[in-house]
């Protein structure tokens, strides 16, 4: 039974979130730049109010500490092997300056976009993981637990689809890949049940590397394209889009927390 709860708890955690994010294939093509801006405020959000704090709660906080410091490392890695890659099969923007800023750059072929599916395969595998402790202490503990991760899993995977579309994949690709990592939250359930002391010794990593992936894919990838529109205008916008972003974690936190 509590199994039943726990497989339950997870596809509605996971598949149900992102599928409610679906609705910004419903967006026009033309708004996607702006609103990479909203996904920023997103991810910093979802980072710095939730997965870093949630860390430090679980574990020793030099533990979270060197989990984000390496995340972020690794994923600097992992980018440049990406840029190689794409470098050497054609013609890129890294080897060639006058295609900054231009249609060649008007997305990162990628690179961004496969970074974010896998820190969201690994947030996605924790929530499972915390869905299943919560009901090993109790059906009703668990299923405030999975209320609680569907409602700040809805903006986070809404930011996730965004930059996907901005990385540039299609948007059949992009909602296909993020119901790929939602399941994730599946397996993270169901490996907790049965070996939920052995998963709750690397949570507070497993949540380090999901801050990292957030913040470098924010700050790195992001943040940067957003200066190539330096108009005060678009600033202003992009501003305010990176304030809603965070405003929308902090009030979910708020509501779920009352």
């Known amino acids: 039974m509590t199994l039943g709860w726990i497989l339950a708890a997870s596809l509605a955690g996971g598949v149900l979130s992102a599928a409610l994010a679906a609705f910004a294939l419903y967006l026009r093509t033309s708004w996607i730049p702006m609103l990479v801006s909203f996904a920023i405020g997103t991810l910093l959000g979802a980072a ?67 970074l974010i599916v896998v820190g969201d395969t690994i947030h996605n595998f924790v929530d499972g ?9 109790g059906i009703e503990v668990g299923i405030v637990a999975a209320v609680a991760i569907i409602a700040h899993e809805i903006p986070q995977e809404v930011g996730d689809f965004l930059i996907l579309l901005h990385s540039g994949y299609s948007r059949a ?15 993270g359930g169901v490996l907790g049940y049965y070996a939920l002391q052995v998963l709750e010794g690397l949570e507070t990593a497993l949540l380090g590397v999901v801050a990292a992936s957030m913040i470098y894919v924010a700050v790195a990838d992001l943040i940067p394209g957003l200066h190539r529109r330096p108009e005060w205008r678009d600033g202003a916008a992009q501003t305010v889009l990176i304030a809603l972003g965070i405003g929308c974690i902090a009030m979910v936190r708020v509501l779920v927390a009352h």
Do not use: Y
């Open 173 to 187: 690709k992009a909602l296909a890949m993020n119901m790929l990592s939602s399941l994730a939250t599946i397996v």
């Open 48 to 114: 710095f109010l939730e997965v870093i704090p949630a860390a430090f709660d679980q574990g020793d906080a030099h533990e979270a500490a060197l989990a984000i410091l390496g995340g972020i490392f690794g994923f600097f890695v992992l980018e440049k092997l990406m840029l190689w890659r794409h470098c050497h099969t054609e013609d890129c923007e890294a080897h060639d300056p006058h295609k900054a800023g231009t249609g060649a750059a008007a997305h990162d072929h990628g690179r961004s976009g496969a």
């Open 129 to 137: 993981v915390l869905i299943a402790a919560a009901f090993l202490q």
